[in-house]
């Protein structure tokens, strides 16, 4: 059964720093592509960050430069360490990964800048 568990969200004041995680349980995260989604209040889930089983990375232009996605394969974890964060940031932040054919997400985790 695969599970992926977010934790690291909180409350922070604009151009602070969060780092969220996301263990995986049931796949290997290495070997799967793993992402972060975010859901802000009325607006559609949108995709923030991508690191693929090769390594490789992508971003949301919206958070380039700001926030970097990486993996701990001894620990089958990913993390989003997120710095400068601004208000607009704000949201619940989802982990996502894609296994035998099938979309599976964390619960989430709340991100609150505030100005």
């Known amino acids: 059964q695969v599970q992926l568990v977010e934790s690291g969200g909180g409350l922070v004041q604009a151009g602070g720093s969060l780092r969220l995680s996301c263990a995986a349980s049931?796949?290997?995260?290495?070997?799967?592509?793993m992402a972060w989604y975010r859901q802000a209040p009325g607006k559609q889930r949108e995709f923030v960050a991508r690191?693929?089983?090769?390594?490789?990375?992508d971003y949301a232009d919206s958070v380039k430069g700001r926030f970097t996605i990486s993996r701990d394969n001894a620990k089958n974890t990913v993390y989003l360490q997120m710095n400068s964060l601004k208000p607009e940031d704000t949201a619940v932040y989802y982990c996502?990964?894609?296994?035998?054919?099938?979309?599976?997400w964390g619960q989430g985790t709340q991100v609150t800048v505030s100005s």
């Open positions: 690191i693929f089983n090769y390594g490789s990375t």
């Open positions: 996502h990964s894609v296994y035998s054919g099938l979309n599976y």
């Open positions: 049931g796949i290997t995260a290495s070997r799967n592509a």
